[in-house]
């Protein structure tokens, strides 16, 4: 009975310990080739903002270039531009607001736009072709 109670709470064990990436901010990782968002948790599961929020850009530079970018609101109505010495990350504070859409783009090395998509923990962007 003993070697049972054990199998069971492993087993139930086994079910909690599956890990997701989280976080409260829009991370950014830059690779040779493809780039990999990784979204705020707060805001999965939102259909959209329903009112302005501030959220922390993160963008780490994972590749051997310095990498120049701009990240803007599809209303152009925000725009910041970055500059990432090879192997640092910087942080910008966006303000989120309802009915806009976000994109990150990379200028130098040249890659297509990475939108910051809301309700998408994790995902990745890969180079066209």
Request: charged share 20%; hydrophobic share 40%.
């Amino acid at each position: 009975m003993n070697k049972l109670s054990v199998f069971f709470f492993l087993f139930l064990f086994s079910f909690l310990s599956f890990s997701q990436e989280r976080s409260s901010a829009f991370i950014i990782t830059a690779h040779g080739d493809y780039y990999k968002v990784l979204g705020p948790s707060a805001l999965v599961g939102l259909k959209g903002i329903t009112k302005s929020q501030t959220v922390a850009v993160i963008i780490e530079n994972k590749t051997l270039s310095k990498l120049v970018g701009k990240i803007e609101s599809g209303q152009k109505d925000q725009v910041e531009f970055v500059t990432i010495e090879a192997g640092h990350s910087k942080s910008i504070d966006l303000t989120l607001k309802k009915g806009h859409k976000y994109y990150f783009y990379p200028l130098s090395p040249a890659f297509q736009r990475v939108e910051l998509m809301i309700g998408k923990k994790a995902y990745e962007i890969p180079a066209k072709r």
